[in-house]
T-cell receptor, first 116, second 114 residues
Framework: GAVVSQHPSRVICKSGTSVKIECRSLDFQATTMFWYRQFPKQSLMLMATSNEGSKATYEQGVEKDKFLINHASLTLSTLTVTSAHPEDSSFYIC????????????FGAGTRLSVL | AQTVTQSQPEMSVQEAETVTLSCTYDTSESDYYLFWYKQPPSRQMILVIRQEAYKQQNATENRFSVNFQKAAKSFSLKISDSQLGDAAMYFCAYKAGTASKLTFGTGTRLQVTL
């Protein structure tokens, strides 16, 4: 199946700093990428939908100035958590939709963010 | 709004036995897709199986098969000959045909015992 690479897998940062997470589709072009947040023992919560070359669409309750998303190419989307605080500590997962017409989302391995 | 319900928070199955995970959904759409994803302890989401709503035939992938009951809006996953590696969280997900995003259920944690 298609491969989505997410980096870093784990990051620890100090409160007030910004953290960037990258999501790359390695063997297909992804016109649409998604960013999720997953709390312990819970389901995935969609944060935003990222379309190549346009602004991301954020879900209700997600601060767009807090979680900056850039989808500059068909294979790369980035999520930047700005001025991170301990409550931003979570597991963040990206996925990419195959632009060739498939209706499958392929997922990255996730990033565990810990804000001290 | 579409909703996906997984009523079994936890299930347990003995190795080599068969287990069925339930999923129901609510939608007014006629064109949609249904998926089962597996999330092992590594937390990597893995696609297990998918079903297009317009197809009457139930999807199968090796030991995994679904029972898709469109009228009842039910989409259960059957795992045959369960293996230790099947232990994971299983999420049912829905996608409307014209939409891009997935709606996930709350998940079922499957334990596989010897």
């Amino acid at each position: 199946g298609a491969v989505v690479s997410q980096h870093p897998s784990r990051v620890i940062c100090k409160s007030g700093t910004s953290v960037k997470i990258e999501c790359r589709s390695l063997d297909f072009q992804a016109t649409t990428m998604f960013w999720y947040r997953q709390f312990p023992k819970q389901s995935l919560m969609l944060m935003a939908t990222s379309n190549e070359g346009s602004k991301a669409t954020y879900e209700q309750g997600v601060e767009k100035d807090k979680f900056l998303i850039n989808h500059a190419s068909l294979t790369l989307s980035t999520l930047t958590v700005t001025s991170a605080h301990p409550e931003d500590s979570s597991f963040y997962i990206c996925s990419a939709r195959d632009g060739s017409g498939g209706n499958i989302q392929y997922f990255g391995a996730g990033t565990r963010l810990s804000v001290l | 709004a579409q909703t996906v319900t997984q009523s079994q928070p936890e299930m347990s199955v003995q190795e080599a036995e068969t287990v069925t995970l339930s999923c129901t959904y609510d939608t007014s759409e006629s064109d949609y897709y249904l998926f089962w994803y597996k999330q092992p302890p590594s937390r990597q989401m893995i696609l297990v199986i998918r079903q297009e709503a317009y197809k009457q035939q139930n999807a199968t992938e090796n030991r995994f098969s679904v029972n898709f009951q469109k009228a009842a809006k039910s989409f259960s996953l059957k795992i045959s000959d369960s293996q230790l590696g099947d232990a994971a969280m299983y999420f049912c997900a829905y996608k409307a045909g014209t939409a891009s995003k997935l709606t996930f259920g709350t998940g079922t944690r499957l334990q596989v015992t010897l």
